[in-house]
């Protein structure tokens, strides 16, 4: 159903703020949003150990998972669990308002490891070829999901050129760039994590406007900005 990718730098607060999401999912029919009953609970797939933060938060309806296997066998061929059937399931389960998935960079990154020590590969193109299409499939699932799905990932920070010649930053979430466009493409949100002042706190937001540096977009909503907890609800217009 609803979709958004949110990117940062480590410890930028993405586990931490993605799970303050509120309850209830967000449905698209006909070309409309519809917003549906409330079903309480969010899922938490993590891959880099980040949800150990958690412990530090109130977070009584969230489920939290691990995941480190993009194959479903191990090398001696014994039965593991990996990250594409544990999404399934919790799709599937139809328990959860929001599936977070804490982070797409690392999935990656772990996917492409695994691949190199299983041995099958003596090119290595095809094992990244296959964790491409594999991410493209994910997130084209996420998209048609009776649930809300949050993706995160880290950010990239690169030069670039601006129209009248000079370099600048343009910030980017942290994807190959062969699927960049593919993956934030099937997104409704993208979001850059960002913080500000208030009341003399410290408080975090998401950034949902879209410029030459940076990667940014609210098809939902139109916003500018919201909150973390209001991502699926349209609040901070």
């Given at each position: 159903?609803?979709v958004a990718?949110?990117?940062g730098?480590a410890?930028?607060?993405k586990?931490t703020?993605?799970?303050?999401?509120?309850g209830?999912y967000?449905?698209?029919?006909?070309g409309?949003?519809?917003?549906?009953k409330?079903?309480?609970?969010?899922?938490?797939?993590?891959?880099?150990n980040?949800?150990?933060?958690?412990?530090n938060?109130?977070?009584?309806?969230l489920?939290?998972?691990?995941?480190w296997?993009w194959?479903d066998?191990d090398?001696?061929?014994k039965?593991?669990d990996?990250?594409?059937s544990q999404?399934?399931?919790?799709?599937?389960?139809?328990?959860?308002?929001?599936?977070v998935?804490?982070?797409v960079?690392?999935i990656?990154?772990?996917?492409?490891i695994?691949l190199d020590?299983?041995g099958k590969y003596k090119d290595?193109?095809?094992?990244y070829?296959i964790?491409?299409?594999?991410?493209?499939?994910?997130?084209?699932?996420a998209a048609?999901?009776k649930t809300?799905v949050?993706?995160?990932?880290w950010?990239?920070?690169?030069?670039?050129?601006a129209?009248?010649?000079t370099m600048?930053?343009?910030i980017?979430?942290k994807?190959?760039m062969?699927?960049?466009?593919?993956?934030?493409?099937?997104?409704?949100?993208?979001?850059y994590?960002?913080?500000?002042?208030?009341?003399?706190k410290?408080?975090?937001?998401?950034?949902?406007?879209g410029s030459?540096?940076?990667?940014?977009k609210?098809q939902?909503?139109v916003?500018?900005?919201?909150m973390p907890e209001d991502?699926?609800?349209?609040?901070n217009?």
């Amino acid at each position: 159903m609803a979709v958004a990718i949110i990117y940062g730098p480590a410890g930028a607060g993405k586990t931490t703020n993605s799970t303050l999401v509120k309850g209830g999912y967000v449905g698209i029919e006909n070309g409309k949003l519809k917003q549906y009953k409330e079903k309480g609970k969010i899922k938490l797939l993590c891959s880099d150990n980040s949800s150990i933060v958690l412990n530090n938060f109130d977070r009584p309806n969230l489920d939290i998972e691990a995941t480190w296997n993009w194959l479903d066998k191990d090398k001696s061929g014994k039965p593991q669990d990996n990250f594409n059937s544990q999404f399934r399931k919790a799709v599937e389960s139809n328990i959860y308002d929001t599936i977070v998935v804490d982070n797409v960079t690392s999935i990656f990154n772990n996917a492409i490891i695994e691949l190199d020590d299983s041995g099958k590969y003596k090119d290595m193109r095809q094992a990244y070829s296959i964790v491409y299409n594999g991410l493209r499939r994910l997130v084209w699932e996420a998209a048609q999901a009776k649930t809300n799905v949050i993706f995160t990932c880290w950010h990239n920070a690169e030069d670039y050129p601006a129209p009248d010649g000079t370099m600048t930053k343009r910030i980017t979430p942290k994807l190959p760039m062969k699927i960049m466009d593919d993956f934030v493409g099937m997104c409704n949100i993208c979001a850059y994590i960002n913080t500000a002042d208030k009341d003399g706190k410290k408080a975090w937001y998401y950034i949902l406007e879209g410029s030459p540096n940076m990667y940014a977009k609210d098809q939902l909503y139109v916003r500018k900005s919201c909150m973390p907890e209001d991502i699926f609800s349209g609040g901070n217009k």
